[in-house]
């Protein structure tokens, strides 16, 4: 995807939560150790939509501070919110948004919200856990 929009580098990896209403300690070690891979070669985890059950086995495992509450998102549209702005407005725009115009996880394209997730929050609810 990124070459065909001729993308050099991956800056960012948005892993939607949304399917995850559970997850255990083996589940926060991926997590983490996914982190730990994506930052040794300088690309950011953001995660989104995690259930209320999830953000606070996040918390407890101190997955939360190790990714950063910065890095947490109510929906896909907020970190991509984000992303865009970072990169000064130019993102490529992903196929299944233009030709469908909602995100896999619900969301209408085009929505708005913003910052982090807190436990149980309504979308651009921020973290503040």
């Known amino acids: 995807f ?15 939560l949304t399917p995850v209403p559970h997850m255990d ?6 997590l983490e150790e996914l982190h730990q891979s994506y930052k040794a070669r300088g ?6 939509n995690p ?3 999830v953000v606070r086995l996040m918390e407890r495992s101190g997955l939360i501070a190790k990714i950063g509450r910065d890095w947490i998102f109510v929906r ?21 948004q233009s030709e469908g115009g909602a995100e896999p996880n619900g ?22 856990l």
């Open 2 to 16: 990124a070459r065909a929009n001729g993308i050099d580098r991956v800056e960012y990896i948005i892993l939607d």
């Open 25 to 30: 300690s083996m589940g926060a070690h991926f």
């Open 43 to 48: 690309i950011q985890l953001i995660l989104t």
């Open 51 to 53: 259930s209320p059950r």
């Open 76 to 96: 896909v549209h907020d970190a991509r919110s984000l992303m865009q702005m970072e990169a000064g407005g130019s993102l490529a725009t992903p196929t299944w």
């Open 107 to 128: 969301a209408a394209a085009g929505s708005h919200g913003g910052g982090p997730v807190a436990p149980g929050a309504a979308a651009g609810a921020s973290l503040g």
